[in-house]
């Protein structure tokens, strides 16, 4: 008889996780089950209970109701220290009268490690995040990239069961921010250190998780995979807040024609897809993601407002009886502003909301 191997409890779980600040509640009903060597991200607009939600995690703060477990076990009320986590700040927080080497092995000599072994310990960590060269550098003449991952270098270096990031990226400069998603992603793979970590800018949540949960005034109102969170918004909310150009949203009506759903916007009528999903008569939200309209085809007729070459594409901006519409080309873009063309949606593309609860359809 084949056994099957006994299911790991999640690294970190939220089970309607509550947090209040006097009579401001700034989460609500927080589930969330994050798997062993996962790297989560908690997505959402300032204000939105990100941080509070790790801080949680970490031990930072208090949850006014609800379970926070680790690997299994109910840690409410235990400190920072035995959570056995490790947190990377915005600010990084590192010892300015220290050198690289002693900002790392900090938390080391703390527990009274010996001096071979965290010399032997840093000597590593710092291979590995290409700090080697700087090791007697204080922080002052060192790159913000540097700083980066000195800061995380010293959380690493304590080997946590659980790694916490909040916003680690936000004082770096637009290239670097880039730069950094990649090592830390790749840092991650290498490591396989179960990692929860903040951010509100969607595309840095999209390039580096395995998993995001999108947060909207102290709830999770999706999580999911990249992919799932782009091509499959549980809400408006979360279609409108994920993808660059925005997605264009447009209410309209449902109605048959020819006996098949489409969706009248302004003079026009688009077709919907003929699966059962809608009836005639309901009010509908149309979400169209620019990749998905298709130029120089189609009977939706609209005229180019402007055009934004961005180097591999170009975001063309147009105008038509039912609103406006960005479509996004490869290359650069010949249209000129003024330029009549005709577009068309496939309505397997179509994202469609019920305009009262902004719920996927
Ligand atoms: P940001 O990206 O701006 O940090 P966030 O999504 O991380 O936003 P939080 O920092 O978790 O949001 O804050 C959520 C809400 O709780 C905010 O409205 C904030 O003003 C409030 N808040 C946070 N900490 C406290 C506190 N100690 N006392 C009172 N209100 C607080």
């Not at 996962?38 to 995690?57: A, Q």
């Not at 396989?192 to 949540?205: P, R």
């Not at 147009?318 to 996004?328: E, K, R, V, Y």
Request: aromatic share 4%.
């Amino acid at each position: 008889m084949t056994s099957v191997p006994p299911r790991l409890p999640p690294a970190i779980e939220l089970r309607r996780v509550a947090k209040s600040f006097g009579t401001v509640q700034v989460c609500r009903d927080v589930d969330l089950a994050i798997e062993t060597g996962e790297f989560v991200t908690l997505l959402g607009p300032s204000g939105c209970g990100k941080t509070t939600t790790l801080n949680m995690v970490a031990g930072l703060e208090d949850s006014t109701s609800g379970d926070i477990l680790l690997a299994g076990r109910r840690v409410n009320e235990l400190s920072p220290v035995e959570r056995d986590v490790a947190m990377v700040f915005q600010n990084y927080a590192l010892y300015p009268h220290m050198t690289v080497a002693e900002n790392i092995g900090f938390t080391l000599r703390m527990r009274g490690m010996k001096r071979a072994e965290i010399a032997t310990r840093v000597t590593a960590i710092a291979a590995s995040l290409e700090l080697s060269h700087v090791l007697e550098r204080l922080p002052a003449q060192l790159s913000g990239g540097q700083q980066q991952r000195v800061a995380i270098g010293r959380a690493l270096v304590r080997e946590p069961r659980i790694f916490l990031f909040d916003e680690p990226f936000s004082n770096l400069d637009a290239a670097l921010r880039v730069k950094m998603r990649a090592e830390v992603k790749q840092l991650h793979q290498r490591l396989g250190v179960t990692s929860l970590f903040v951010t509100h800018d969607q595309e840095e949540a999209m390039s580096i998780s395995d998993r995001i949960a999108v947060m909207n005034r102290g709830r999770v109102e999706q999580f999911g995979t990249p992919e799932e969170i782009y091509a499959r918004p549980a809400t408006r909310y979360v279609a409108s807040f994920i993808g660059n150009p925005q997605i264009e949203l447009m209410p309209g009506t449902v109605e048959a024609a020819d006996g098949r759903p489409a969706v009248r916007l302004g003079a026009q009528v688009l077709p919907l897809p003929g699966d059962g999903r809608f009836r005639p008569g309901q009010k509908v939200e149309i979400g169209i993601r620019p990749e998905h309209v298709r130029l120089g085809a189609g009977d939706l007729s609209a005229s180019v407002r402007l055009v934004q070459p961005v180097g591999p594409l170009s975001h063309v901006v147009l105008d038509w009886d039912g609103g406006s519409l960005t479509a996004t080309l490869p290359g650069f873009s010949r249209l000129q502003p003024g330029e009549r063309v005709s577009a068309a949606i496939s309505p397997d593309d179509m994202l469609v909301f019920d305009q009262e609860t902004g719920l996927r359809l």
